[in-house]
């Protein structure tokens, strides 16, 4: 999200508070946390790091 004019101190913490629950909901299961990073791009199908993050 990128927001150019100054936010109120409730602007903010109601996104914290939207983030957190989200966090929440993707660490409920290692599948939704699979599905998480997949979808970011970091980890394939198969958890194993893609290529911009592998060490090889």
């Known amino acids: ?3 150019t ?3 109120s101190k409730k ?3 109601d996104e914290i508070r939207a ?3 989200r966090h929440k909901e ?3 299961s290692k599948e939704s946390a699979l599905a998480f990073l997949v979808r ?3 980890v394939t ?3 194993k790091p ?3 993050y592998r060490d090889d």
């Open 50 to 52: 893609t290529k911009p």
């Open 40 to 42: 970011a791009g970091l």
């Open 19 to 21: 983030m957190r629950k």
């Open 5 to 7: 004019y100054p936010r």
């Open 26 to 28: 993707i660490i409920k």
């Open 45 to 47: 199908k198969s958890g």
């Open 11 to 13: 602007e903010i913490d």
């Open 1 to 3: 999200m990128t927001t």
